[in-house]
């Protein structure tokens, strides 16, 4: 099939499970994380080897546009053509709302806003300079959402803002991208057991005097309809879709996958 997938923050967790997934599926796909976790991205790249599909590494830092560009010029130029983003890196921070510092701010909407409009706009400027999007074969632009777009969660309060401008940033460029047959939509995961929610745990469970472990299983015996903590996999089902031709008329959509947290 030949198509070419770029996925941030991809050397584990949700992101690694997307790559794989869309690997699976036919895609070549382009391993994107911080320098950091090189290690990782390269043991993604490796995985997808093996299951038949090419791979590349591109490190780069998505809150910095220069950065993106260039991961993109090396991703095109290693895999071929780019039909798909998965705008997926993120961060999380606990911490209430009257302690948080401006640095704290800045700092959750560059990874988690700036990244996903920098992937976005550099994406698209790369799918229609090549010219092979069309509207039976829209290209597709996806982002990581989050259930808190739809309803903030206490103490992760910067972190839910930044989601909420995810989902009014998707529904934007959907608009705005329509004409150039370019799809945009995102995905908004619960509670996944990941390196992220290991810290949102921890950080929780100081604040409320709970041992590690307790508050990620409090909250998804309590909060979660079919009663068990996501996995990666779980996101990845969701984005198989939004990036196949079987989601080529759905645009502008922040798709909830939580196991029944939230019901939109
Ligand atoms: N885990 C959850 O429960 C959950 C729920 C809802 C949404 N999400 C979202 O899903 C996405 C993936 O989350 P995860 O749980 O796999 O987190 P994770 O922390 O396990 O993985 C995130 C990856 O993104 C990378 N990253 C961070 N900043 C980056 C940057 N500036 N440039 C490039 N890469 C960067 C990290 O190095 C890491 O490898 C995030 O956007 C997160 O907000 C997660």
Request: proline share 2%; with cysteine; glycine share 8%.
């Amino acid at each position: 099939m030949g198509r070419h997938a770029i996925v941030t923050g991809s050397s584990r967790g949700i992101g690694k499970a997307i790559a794989l997934r869309l690997a699976y599926d036919g895609y070549d796909v382009t391993i994107n994380d911080v320098l950091a976790n090189k290690a990782g991205a390269e043991e993604t790249a490796e995985e997808i080897r093996k299951l038949g599909r090419k791979s590349t590494v591109a490190l780069a830092d998505v809150s910095k546009f220069a950065e993106v560009e260039q991961m993109i010029q090396t991703a095109v130029k290693e895999l071929g053509n780019l039909d798909t983003m998965v705008a997926n890196a993120g961060i999380a921070q606990v911490k209430a709302l009257l302690d948080l510092t401006e640095e704290d701010f800045q700092r959750m909407f560059s990874v988690n806003v700036f990244g996903v409009n920098n992937c976005y706009k550099a994406a698209a400027q790369q799918i229609i300079k090549q010219g092979t999007a069309s509207a039976e074969h829209p290209a597709k632009l996806i982002g990581a959402a989050s259930i808190v777009a739809f309803k903030p969660f206490a103490l992760l309060s910067h972190y839910s803002a930044s989601k909420w401008a995810v989902r009014g940033l998707t529904q934007a460029y959907a608009m705005e991208m329509a004409e150039h047959h370019i799809t945009v939509n995102a995905y908004a995961p619960g509670i996944v057991g990941t390196a992220m929610w290991d810290l949102i745990d921890e950080e929780l469970g100081k604040k409320q005097g709970a041992q590690k472990g307790e508050t990620i299983e409090k909250y998804s015996r309590e909060l979660i309809a079919l009663g068990r903590t996501s996995v990666p996999e779980d996101v990845a089902k969701l984005v198989s879709f939004l990036g196949s031709p079987d989601s080529d008329y759905v645009t502008g959509q922040t798709q909830v996958v939580d196991g029944g947290i939230i019901f939109t």
